[in-house]
């Protein structure tokens, strides 16, 4: 078959070519086969919602445009080719529509990189052995985009990432997160400042434990939504008190090490809820969920954990004591030197923590002195697709392989 003139992919990405070498039709099923001895065996019905600018997949927004109730039935794909360039040729039925396929595109499917894991780093686990966190040079972090991708990628990798030297001005950090993507708006605001006079911060509506000097045990912010917020990123403006460190702890740790020494215990933190809820004059959020919520397969490690929030049980009276057990083990363990990092808050620091899986916390500090953190919450899904195209663009620019 001649070579073909165009091979567009369902989406906006460069895909290396990766030429077939044979297809074969069974059925409803395409056999398809690289030189490389690499198979994918594909049902018809995706194939053909796929198909760029032939009734599957709109050019312009490269999405869907197929209704399932059009569907073919029975077999869909008449003759199946590939071309001297080693592109797919399907033509369909009942319309005897011809259509092309990228090979690299096939290919990125048949190596599962098109699956929500694909260019993200592996989560690592970490106890207090790791010293500090992972930290980059952030005074050039606006645009030095190898320093933000690097930075980026440890939020996920380890759920805790520092940049240090960063400038300390009062619209840094918006802007920073405006390199990422958009914030997450809350009832404290786009952004928000914590600092050590609960008289001045705030809005009508809330204040916080946070805008006092008093000690913050390991916790997650804002357990009472449905999905709370996936990043915290602080900005430390000004610090001139005595004490007030930062505490981290790796929720991902501390759920694996309850699973294993206190079964009962992680089976009562992960299945007794509670109801959390934040209280203020004109708000009312309220959720109920466990403590450690392990969600679906796939979604991501939530604890539900701080006591200023956490309202009342919302299971059956018989199993409140053994919750109560079970939150007793789950603070001290979160709260032990073991799994706790532990590091002062210098100007010009910007630390971004999952807010999910790590616990955060400070010591107490001293009522003399000025202390300014300035916060912005963005979610899982926007550090995602930042770190997803980041690390595309990188192994695009480096390699010819994608
Ligand atoms: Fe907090």
């Known amino acids: 078959m001649v070579t073909t003139q165009r091979a567009l992919a369902p989406d906006f990405y460069d895909y290396a070519w990766r030429p077939l070498r044979s297809v074969a039709i069974d059925g409803s099923f395409l056999h398809l086969r690289w030189p490389d001895g690499t198979a994918s065996v594909v049902f018809d019905l995706w194939l053909r919602e796929n198909a760029v600018d032939a009734g599957g997949v709109d050019l312009a927004t490269r999405e869907g445009i197929m209704d399932p109730a059009h569907h073919h039935d029975g077999p869909a794909a008449s003759t199946a080719e590939i071309t001297d360039d080693g592109a797919l040729v399907v033509r369909w039925l009942p319309d005897n529509v011809e259509a092309t396929y990228h090979p690299g595109w096939l290919r990125h499917v048949a190596d ?15 106890t207090a052995a790791i010293g ?74 809330t204040n916080s434990t946070a805008n006092t000097n008093l000690r913050l045990p390991p916790h997650t912010d804002l357990p009472t939504r449905e999905t709370p917020p996936g990043f915290q990123f602080l900005h430390c403006l000004v610090n001139d008190t005595e004490g007030g460190n930062s505490t981290m702890a790796d ?34 959020h309220r959720w109920s969920g466990p403590m450690i919520d392990l969600g679906v397969e796939g979604s991501p490690l939530t604890f539900r954990a701080f006591h200023p929030v956490r309202g009342f049980p919302d299971m059956d009276q018989r199993d409140i004591p053994r919750a109560y057990a079970a939150m007793k083990v789950f603070s ?67 390699s010819s392989t994608i």
């Open 112 to 126: 599962g990189r098109h699956l929500p894991s694909s260019w993200l780093p592996e989560p690592v686990a970490w």
């Open 251 to 284: 929720g991902a740790a501390v759920a694996a090490y309850l699973q294993d020494k206190h079964p009962e215990h992680f089976e009562a933190l992960t299945t007794l809820r509670w109801v959390f809820f934040n209280r203020g004059p004109n708000i009312d």
């Open 132 to 205: 500090e966190p992972p930290t980059y040079d952030g005074s050039e972090v606006l645009s030095d985009d190898a320093v933000l991708r690097a930075w980026a990628n440890d939020l996920l990798r380890h759920g805790i990432a520092r940049l240090r030297n960063a400038p300390t001005d009062h619209d840094f950090l918006a802007q920073l997160a405006a390199k990422i993507g958009p914030v997450r708006d809350t009832n404290f605001g786009p952004i928000w400042d914590v600092l050590a006079d609960i008289s001045l911060a705030g809005s009508d509506d």
């Open 332 to 398: 001290t363990v979160a709260a032990d030197p073991h799994f706790r990092l532990h590091y002062p808050f210098a100007p010009g620091d910007i630390v971004g923590f999952d807010n999910r899986r790590v616990l955060h916390g400070r010591d107490a500090f001293s009522a003399g002195g000025a202390r300014h953190l300035r916060g912005i919450y963005i979610d899982q899904d926007e550090v995602r697709s930042f770190v997803r195209v980041a690390n595309r663009r990188h192994a695009h620019a480096t």
